[in-house]
């Protein structure tokens, strides 16, 4: 006797049932529908097979190049929004030569295009630590910033004698 939910929908045929079995689209599995819950359009058996589908998603399974990228930026008729927060138009960060502002996304570039640690080379990308040379952690420039392991990260506090080491180290 089927006990979940994806056992009961894809359940064999049950005289007891009164609704109606289909043929997802998509999938091609058989699966039940009540007679509340269909309608004469339900041609798949979940969500995830709705946007599966070629004809509802156009992109599925595809990419943008970078040709057409550049071309879709580039056209003169693209529509232009005031820069900033209020700009609705999210395809500048699409863009190869993009540079993001917060830290968040300068950590994973630099995990992606470094990967190991400045100083002493170690390349566990789990315990890198993006690291401010200026100590300002609001200036997310790209020379400003330094991937670092945990240990030199905290090293280099140490020796500067500033975060959490600031008033360790005058009392050793």
């Avoid at 009164?18 to 058989?30: L, R």
């Avoid at 502002?101 to 990308?125: A, N, V």
């Avoid at 200036?139 to 030199?152: G, I």
Wanted: charge should be positive.
């Amino acid at each position: 006797m089927p006990t979940s939910y994806m056992e009961l929908k894809f359940a064999p045929h049950s005289r007891r049932r009164a609704g109606v079995y289909t043929i997802c689209m998509a999938c091609g599995q058989e699966f039940y529908r009540s007679k509340s819950a269909w309608r004469p359009t339900t041609r798949f058996c979940s969500r995830k097979c709705y946007f599966s589908s070629p004809e509802n998603n156009p992109m599925f399974k595809k990419k943008h190049s970078t040709e057409s990228i550049v071309k879709m930026i580039t056209h003169p008729n693209r529509p232009t929004f005031p820069s900033g927060n209020t700009n609705p138009s999210h395809i500048t960060s699409m863009d190869p030569s993009f540079r993001g502002t917060s830290i968040t996304w300068w950590r994973d570039y630099l995990k992606r295009t470094i990967g190991h640690c400045q100083r002493c080379g170690f390349e566990d990308t789990r315990i890198l630590i993006v690291h401010h040379k200026d100590r300002n952690t609001h200036n997310n420039v790209e020379e400003n910033l330094e991937l670092l392991c945990a240990n030199c990260h905290l090293i280099e506090h140490y020796e500067a004698n500033d975060g959490t080491f600031h008033f360790m180290k005058s009392e050793i």
